[in-house]
């Protein structure tokens, strides 16, 4: 099982640009998250799609942020135009949601983005 | 709004020492709570997950309590060596919402000097 990937593992770029960071769940999985990582605010939840529907963006911090989900193997968050308070580590999580329910969520190694 | 928190926020012990993480959660209505760890620069890994009618799981050298009641849980690791220096989160999933929504408290991080 190769686990979740995210693209690129590291991004430096200048502020305004746009940044587009991508997913590949497990195989299998049903739900993908995304998540932000900062040392001020922790590990917040920005988004949530369940079979490639989103269910909950309420954690999106503003309308320069979208994310979609084509498909069941993929997903990119995208930020247009990028500001320097947009840095952080973004992560990517699948899980399996059925059965039991407690399956627990799989984390990508995550993509450490720089604005300058 | 549920919040998360954990104590301490740094420790550090010499190799061979029991150790206990504490993680607190302000609303007792939990589907279940789990623990991760995470590496510098990698993700989060999944150690253990209590249902919320679980008093404890146990997985090697961890265990992992839940007192829903008081809205606590701990993180016991016995034998403390190097290679479990990281941070250690918990995280809250909660009832009121109608899907996955999950909580993170702010992590400990943990070093084992050698």
């Known amino acids: 099982d190769a686990g979740v990937i995210q693209s690129p593992r590291h991004e430096v770029t200048e502020m305004g640009q746009e940044v587009t960071l991508r997913c590949k769940p497990i195989?299998?999985?049903?739900?993908l998250f995304w998540y932000r990582q900062t040392m001020m605010r922790g590990l917040e939840l920005l988004i949530y799609?369940?079979?490639?529907?989103?269910?909950?963006d309420s954690g999106m911090p503003e309308d320069r942020f979208s994310a979609k989900m084509p498909n069941a193997s993929f997903s990119t968050l995208k930020i247009q135009p990028s500001e320097p308070r947009d840095s952080a580590v973004y992560f990517c999580a699948s899980r399996y949601r059925g059965g039991a329910g407690n399956q627990p969520q799989h984390f990508g190694d995550g993509t450490r983005l720089s604005i300058l | 709004k549920q919040e998360v928190t954990q104590i301490p926020a740094a420790l550090s012990v010499p190799e061979g020492e029991n150790l206990v993480l504490n993680c607190s959660f302000t609303?007792?209505?939990?589907?279940?709570l789990q623990w991760f760890r995470q590496d510098p620069g990698k993700g989060l890994t999944s150690l253990l997950l209590i249902q919320s009618s679980q008093r404890e799981q146990t997985s090697g050298r961890l265990n992992a309590s839940l007192d829903k009641s008081s809205g606590r849980s701990t993180l016991y690791i016995a034998a403390s060596q190097p290679g479990d220096s990281a941070t250690y989160l918990c995280a809250v999933r909660t009832l009121k919402t109608s899907y996955d929504k999950v909580i993170f408290g702010p992590g400990t991080s943990l070093s084992v000097i050698p």
């Open positions: 799609f369940n079979n490639n529907v989103p269910i909950d």
């Open positions: 609303d007792s209505a939990i589907y279940n």
């Open positions: 195989s299998g999985h049903n739900s």
